[in-house]
């Protein structure tokens, strides 16, 4: 298992779910779904095995030992077996914020959407607020999957703001602060 420099902790459990970091065997999967779901991801192109891999060896296989990465990943295991992968992006270490970014196995969208990114959402909040001490943690999302925004206002973040880019997507930002979790976390 990889391990994150930056991390006290490597894995993240809550009942048969677990968050570890991101492991190269879930990488053609994880490929399958970005391609899948690639309508609401920033992501160009569909992505290629070639593409990948050496995303793996030149990207994920440095951040392990980085003392302030700007993205820290894992794959997301329901039972030991892989159900999707996220993590914490465009990490800000001086403000100490960070994007949540998050995709699951597409086929279990339809009936377990909002079971899985609370799972998610409650085990990347851990590794966030109590592991790493940001302060905020948010999410940038393009507005065309209406179920994530209850998913994620159930989990009680708030919607922050909302707004049209250049490709005239409307974006909705939804955050979460260090100190209205503690509020709510049950150890």
């Known amino acids: 298992m990889n391990i994150y420099k930056v991390l006290n902790e490597q894995v993240f459990n809550s009942g048969a779910f677990s968050l570890v970091p991101i492991r190269f065997e879930d990488r053609i999967d994880i490929m399958k779904w970005r391609n899948e779901q690639i309508y609401h991801l ?13 995303y793996f ?24 077996v892989c159900i999707g992968y996220g993590g914490l992006v465009h990490v800000n270490w001086k403000v100490k914020n960070a994007e949540i970014s998050f995709i699951m196995n597409t086929e279990l ?10 799972k998610f959402l409650r085990l990347i909040e851990e590794v966030a607020f109590l592991n790493l001490e940001l302060n905020k943690i948010y999410t940038h999302a393009i507005d065309v999957r ?25 974006i909705i930002i939804h955050s979460k602060i260090k ?9």
């Open 42 to 54: 920033r992501q160009t192109k569909p992505l290629t095995i070639k593409d990948q891999d050496y």
């Open 57 to 80: 060896q030149n990207t994920i296989n440095k951040i392990f030992d980085q003392n302030q990465p700007t993205q820290i990943l894992f794959s997301f295991l329901e039972n030991e």
């Open 179 to 187: 100190t209205n979790w503690k509020k709510i976390y049950k150890h």
């Open 146 to 170: 209406p179920r994530l925004y209850d998913a994620i206002e159930k989990q009680s973040f708030v919607k922050e703001r909302s707004f049209t880019n250049l490709k005239n997507d409307k």
């Open 109 to 118: 969208e339809e009936k377990r959407f909002e079971e899985i990114w609370s």
